[in-house]
């Protein structure tokens, strides 16, 4: 097998009922394919869930994950999106005390990335931040030596573009 | 009209067809074997829960209904695990009812709670955790249709006490919701690709069918039968694809892989075209694969698309329902005679048995071939695992479909004496001959409890060559012949166990059978046939680990 490692992102429609995520973790679980992001939400139908997942991996080996994932009787689709035929977002909330040092350099950062403040609680501060991958990254960078207390992020979520 | 839940589901598995269980009670499944008997269904009591399993099992796979079997929450459940496992390899439609806990309990470490749902999840095909009663019917029909559809396997339904006991009004029933299995669809593009397949069929020069389990599965019988006589096309089988076609001019060549004749398994290493129909390509199939069939182009037909171009790549592939598949590829094989094509197996079929390369089984062998002349043809033949296996696959001629039913993808040892009394009781109307050896045979000994209280007229023969002959024959050839820890014993008398049973039995020598097997053949009952056998009784050819399916090792048997 060729070693040509690159990000999978998976996006699968499922029934949305217990077990079904144990059911699809496990298939990643028991073939070793590791998951960097995964992210499970309702779709319009309220009985059908769309779960994303992305991974770094050997495009071969993906293919044997989604032909396992294909035969789960819970799983109604299985789509690889490929970046230029989808589009991704991901989100990440960044928990920050501020204070008088990096008082300055921080809102200069909220204006220039247009980071949304959603919660202020005494001097500590949680901002959201939406884009792709990169974007997200970017700020956390720019955001790590002004003190970042926490973060949680979301993993990417897509969908195929032009329906 | 109000109901239980147990009721319910015994109810609904009636309204689906189902007619006999396999099982063993529990407390939190006595709801259900309270009102078995009022439902019409016939409830079997085993001597241990790995032997309901296999007994639904064998029942599936001799009629080609689902199997169903049930066994109480914890060990109970857990004592199915071998049986769904072997299930699941080899496709089997069968349900698996289990005990649990009431749902009030579930998670607190209650008494005898296991997550078997957990335990099960990549042996079944799925699984249903019933919580409300009014889903009882849908649940039991989704898990049936499930079971049974695409490519079948085992469903665990796990059944909470409280949800059993509940009562439920027909009117407060939910009628399920989620989505159909999907049927599987033969459309336009399937045909273009059918066509492609019978195309590069019609011009092969040497073709070979590969006829995997998917061919039983999907009852294509006839259909598989028809397409080789009109194309003239000779045909090999996995294991697990024996008995799925009789064809009486020789266009059957054997077995292929690890454990396969040395005429399948060169004619398919000369192919220049296979088609596989129901066969997944396993390891024991091809053995090395990147040496497998190396001049031939491969086309695969499989109702399950993980199967295609899982284990190998393939050329052209349809996703398809074998039986429908078959029907139309009928319309576009040409009549051929493909004369060059059979003189050249010929050939190799007068030198393999002037050579004897294909007669490796010993006495044991012959034995077997014995023991087909002297019983009926409409006989199932079920093995167990190890030489036994190999030497009844190698020497019966199945000649009926269903013909021969053995555990070959978990290839678990204990499967046969449990699954000869679910396939006797399925197939009514045939006889059941069991081969085991003596490891095998210990391992479900206690069945012959079952098998002496119902009185199930299985045929049991009992290889005895005091080892765990397969391992003995591979440590003979790859361990220098150091035999650790794969010698039993003859120290045992398997015939006064048999009769401690109340089970009629003989002992014969595999050199001088016939007398036993007269006996055998001849008992209105159940017998045992305890069939001693010299522990360097072989079987050959065999491939060895890591080399090719024509890197074989001969060898004769004494
Ligand atoms: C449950 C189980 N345990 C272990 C094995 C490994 N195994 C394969 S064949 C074999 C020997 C079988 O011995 P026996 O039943 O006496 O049959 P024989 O080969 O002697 O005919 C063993 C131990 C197995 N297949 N299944
Ligand atoms: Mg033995």
Redesign the interface.
């Known amino acids: 097998m060729k070693n040509e490692v690159k990000e999978h992102v998976i996006s699968m429609l499922v029934n949305n009922r217990p077990g079904v995520l144990a059911r699809v973790a496990g298939v990643f679980g028991r073939l070793g394919y590791n998951i960097e992001s995964l992210c499970v939400a309702e779709t319009i139908s309220p009985k059908v869930s769309r779960i994303t997942s992305v991974s770094k991996a050997d495009p071969a080996f993906t293919e044997k994950v989604k032909k396992q994932l294909n035969r789960l009787v819970d799983v109604i689709s299985v789509a690889e999106l490929e970046d230029d035929t989808s589009a991704k977002r991901e989100m990440m909330l960044i928990g920050i005390t501020i204070d008088e040092k990096n008082r300055p350099e921080l809102s200069r950062a909220i204006t220039m990335f247009g980071c949304t403040v959603i919660s202020m609680k005494d001097s500590y501060c949680i901002l959201q931040v939406v884009g792709n991958r990169g974007d997200v990254e970017t700020v956390l960078n720019f955001l790590t030596p002004l003190g970042v207390k926490d973060i949680a992020r979301t993993g990417a979520v897509a969908l195929e573009s032009g329906a | 009209m109000e109901r239980t839940g147990a009721e319910i589901l015994l109810n609904t598995l009636s309204e689906e067809g189902v007619s006999e269980i396999f099982g063993y009670p529990g407390a939190s499944t006595l709801a259900i074997h309270d009102c078995i008997n009022e439902t019409g269904i016939k409830h079997l009591l085993v001597r241990h829960e790995q032997a309901a399993a296999h007994a639904a099992d064998g029942y599936a796979r001799a009629t080609g209904k689902v199997g169903v079997c049930i066994a109480t929450s914890g060990p109970g459940a857990t004592n199915l695990v071998t049986g769904i496992a072997t299930a699941y390899m080899d496709s089997t439609p069968m349900i698996a009812l289990t005990g649990q806990v009431t749902t009030g309990l579930l998670g607190s470490d209650a008494f005898q709670e296991t997550d078997i749902?957990?335990i099960t999840?990549?042996i079944t095909?799925?699984?249903f955790?019933v919580q409300d009663v009014r889903d009882m019917a849908s649940t039991v029909r989704e898990a049936i249709n499930?079971a049974t559809s695409g490519r079948p396997g085992p469903v665990v339904i796990d059944l909470p006490r409280d949800v059993l006991a509940a009562r439920c009004n027909d009117d407060e029933e939910g009628g399920g919701?989620?989505?159909e299995?999907q049927e599987i669809h033969f459309g336009e593009e399937e045909l273009r690709r059918l066509k492609q397949i019978a195309r590069l069929l019609n011009e092969s020069e040497r073709p070979v069918l590969l006829v995997g389990g998917g061919v039983k599965l999907s009852q294509a019988f006839t259909e598989l039968a028809d397409v080789i006589q009109k194309g003239n096309i000779p045909f090999v089988t996995t294991m697990m694809g024996i008995g799925s076609v009789y064809t009486p001019n020789g266009f059957n060549l054997g077995l292929i892989g690890t454990h396969g004749t040395d005429l399948a398994n060169r004619i398919v290493h000369q192919s220049d075209f296979i088609l596989a129909v129901g066969a997944r390509f396993s390891d024991r199939t091809t053995s090395v694969i990147e040496e497998f069939a190396p001049l031939a182009t491969i086309a695969q037909i499989d109702v399950?698309?993980?199967s295609i171009g899982?284990n190998i790549k393939t050329d052209i592939s349809v996703v398809s329902d074998i039986r429908v598949a078959l029907q139309e590829l009928l319309g576009l094989v040409t009549e051929k005679k493909r004369e060059d094509w059979i003189a050249r197996i010929d050939r190799e079929r007068e030198r393999i048995a002037k050579e004897g390369s294909d007669d490796g089984c010993g006495p044991a062998g012959e034995c077997i071939r014995m023991v087909q002349e002297c019983m009926p043809e409409k006989t199932i033949a079920v093995t167990d695992v190890g030489l036994n296996q190999i030497w009844a696959i190698r020497s019966w001629k199945v000649k009926i479909p269903r013909g021969l039913i053995t555990p070959g993808g978990l290839g678990t040892m204990g499967f046969s004496v449990p699954a000869s009394m679910g396939a006797r009781i399925g197939a009514i109307d045939h006889e059941v001959v069991v081969f085991t050896g003596d490891g095998g045979f210990f391992m479900n000994i206690q069945e012959l409890a079952t098998i002496g209280f119902y009185n199930i007229p299985v045929k049991i023969v009992v290889f005895n060559n005091g080892n765990l002959g397969m391992i003995r024959q591979i440590q003979h050839h790859f361990y220098n012949s150091r035999y650790r820890d794969s010698r039993l014993s003859d120290l045992v008398d398997i015939t006064e166990i048999a009769k401690g049973f109340g089970i009629p039995s003989e002992k014969v020598a595999a050199e001088d059978p016939r007398k036993g097997i007269e006996k055998l053949c001849g008992s209105e009952g159940p017998f045992l046939l305890e069939v001693v056998v010299d522990e360097n009784n072989y079987v050959y050819p065999i491939i060895p680990p890591g080399k090719s399916n024509v890197e074989m090792i001969y060898g004769r048997s004494e």
């Open positions: 749902i957990g999840m990549p095909k799925h699984s955790l499930i919701g989620f989505l299995q399950d698309p993980t899982k």
